[in-house]
């Protein structure tokens, strides 16, 4: 339970850079979530510091002139975080359709998604959730950056790095009048 209740989404991190042998631990605490029927329908896409990785975060940047202030910033501070991140960790769903509907692969990469970064803060490092899922100008702009096939699904994006400051405790955040007792 203590990973879980500490967790938290970091945002700064430091020049360290993350081993290899750690992206394979989370990557393998990511491939042992739950999935439906089994399927393990997911593609992992690793990006660590560098031209690539400053590149991708460029793609935060891009096409929102015509935003609203408050998005322009909500994008901004994103491609901070990735310039920042030692690595970024691309999760797809692997669809079985041409539209990807009516399938379970986004379930499937939310639970990989939560394991990877449990894993991240079990190891020490911080991660955070970038979505892109239903991100339609994101969603084009990160198949043409990773050239991914026809059937990879771009789900969320993870950066990962050591963090740069402690996260804040979390309040607490069971709330009673969120559960209902069928009797």
Same mark, same amino acid.
């Given at each position: ?25 989370? *990557?393998?605490?990511? %491939? ?14 690793? &990006? ?6 400053? @590149? ?13 202030? %408050? ?18 960790? *691309?999760?797809?769903? &692997? ?5 990807? @509907? ?12 939560? +394991? *990877? ?24 702009? &990160?198949?043409?950056?990773? +050239? ?8 969320? *994006? ?7 400051? &402690? ?17």
């Amino acid at each position: 339970m203590s990973i879980l209740l500490t967790r938290r989404s970091v945002r700064k991190f430091t020049t360290e850079a993350v081993s290899d042998d750690n992206i394979r631990h989370i *990557l393998r605490a990511a %491939m042992y979530a739950p999935s439906a029927v089994n399927k393990q329908n997911w593609q992992f896409y690793v &990006v660590k510091r560098g031209e690539k990785l400053a @590149e991708l975060a460029t793609i935060w940047d891009s096409k929102i002139l015509d935003k609203t202030t %408050m998005e322009k910033e909500f994008y901004t501070s994103r491609s901070a975080i990735l310039r920042s991140a030692a690595a970024a960790i *691309l999760i797809c769903g &692997v669809s079985e359709t041409e539209l990807g @509907e009516g399938e379970s692969w986004p379930v499937n990469c939310g639970a990989a998604t939560q +394991n *990877l970064l449990l894993a991240a803060h079990e190891l020490g490092l911080g991660g955070v959730w970038l979505g892109v899922f239903n991100l339609a100008p994101r969603i084009k702009e &990160v198949i043409e950056f990773f +050239n991914l096939p026809a059937n990879h699904r771009p789900f969320a *994006l993870c950066a990962i790095g050591h963090p740069a400051a &402690v996260p804040a405790e979390s309040k607490e955040r069971y709330d009673e009048s969120k559960v209902h007792w069928i009797k």
